[in-house]
C-alpha cells in the first residue's frame, strides 16, 4: 500500500438485526486492507438520550454525536486508519454464527486477493473502511452520508428483525450494559426504521421493493432480496464493493 493511499469509505446501513455487523466482520475476513467502524461507537451518554413511549430511544439520530462521526471519518479518509482515541465498545458485542462456512469465506478471500492484487500490485490495494449503522442514508444524515464512497443497505422483514432482536441478550455501551426492555422492537425499533427509510421503498412500504430512482440518485446499493442469506449476500457485497473501486480508479 502507498504511503498516500486515501480509504475508501463502506457504509452498510439497515434495519436493526438485518446483519450489519455480521456482514461488516465478513468482509473483513475477506477484503484485503480493511478495518471496520462502527455508527454504534457515537452514541451519546444514555441520559442524554432522548425518551419515546416512555422509554430511552437509542434508535434516533438524536441518540448520536453526529460532529464526532464526522470528525472520524475525515480521519479515517485522511490516514486510513482509526483514530487513536476512539474507544470501540461495539467490538466487545457478540453476534452469534454468520451462518457462513469457513470454507466459503476462504474460497472468497483467496479469489478477491488474487484478482486485486493481479489487478492493482500487491503495493497498490487501496485501504478500504466499513462503517455499519442502522442510520447512515435518512435524510438527516446527508453530512454522512455523503462522506461514503459506497452505500449498502440492508434489507429484512418485520419478523426476522424482531426475532432477531428479542434473541440478543444486549449491548455494553458507555456505562456499562444495555438490554432492551419489553416492547423495545415495537415502541422504538421497528417505527424509527420505518420513519427514515421510508422514502427509499415504493409506496413508503420498507417490506417492499426499493425505489430505484430514489436509490440512484443518492447512490445506494440495495440488497437484491428481502431476507437474504448471507452467503449470498456477502457475494453481493464483494461484487458491488470491487465494481465500485473499478470505477474510482479508471
Not at 440495495?222 to 458491488?240: F, H, K, N, S, T
Request: some cysteine; glycine content about 6%; charged content about 30%.
Amino acid at each position: 500500500m502507498t504511503a498516500s493511499a486515501k480509504a475508501a469509505i463502506v457504509g452498510i446501513s439497515g434495519c436493526s438485526s438485518s446483519g450489519k455487523t455480521t456482514l461488516s466482520r465478513l468482509l473483513r475476513d475477506v477484503l484485503p486492507n480493511t478495518f471496520i467502524l462502527h455508527e454504534d461507537d457515537f452514541y451519546r451518554p444514555e441520559e442524554q438520550l432522548p425518551m419515546k413511549n416512555g422509554l430511552r430511544d437509542w434508535d434516533c439520530v438524536e441518540a448520536l454525536d453526529i460532529d464526532a462521526m464526522l470528525r472520524t471519518l475525515d480521519f479515517v479518509h485522511e490516514n486510513s486508519a482509526l483514530p487513536p482515541d476512539l474507544d470501540s465498545k461495539e467490538d466487545q458485542n457478540e453476534i452469534g454464527d454468520s451462518g457462513v462456512s469457513s470454507s466459503l469465506i476462504e474460497e472468497l478471500r483467496s479469489s478477491v486477493r488474487q484478482q486485486i492484487t493481479k489487478d492493482r500490485g500487491v503495493d497498490n490495494v487501496k485501504p478500504i473502511a466499513i462503517i455499519d449503522g442502522f442510520l447512515l442514508y435518512g435524510n438527516k444524515m446527508e453530512a454522512v452520508r455523503t462522506k461514503l464512497d459506497i452505500r449498502l443497505l440492508l434489507r429484512v422483514g418485520y419478523e426476522k428483525a424482531k426475532s432477531r432482536r428479542e434473541r440478543r441478550s444486549g449491548y455494553v455501551t458507555l456505562e456499562g450494559f444495555w438490554e432492551d426492555p419489553p416492547g423495545y422492537v415495537d415502541k422504538i425499533v421497528w417505527p424509527n426504521y420505518v420513519q427514515d427509510h421510508a422514502f427509499l421503498f415504493k409506496g413508503g412500504d420498507v417490506e417492499a421493493e426499493p425505489d430505484c430512482n430514489v436509490l440512484k440518485s443518492l447512490d445506494i446499493q440495495a440488497q437484491p432480496q428481502l431476507d437474504g442469506d448471507m452467503a449470498e449476500i456477502l457475494r453481493w457485497a464483494i461484487d458491488v464493493i470491487k465494481d465500485k473501486l473499478d470505477e474510482s480508479i479508471c
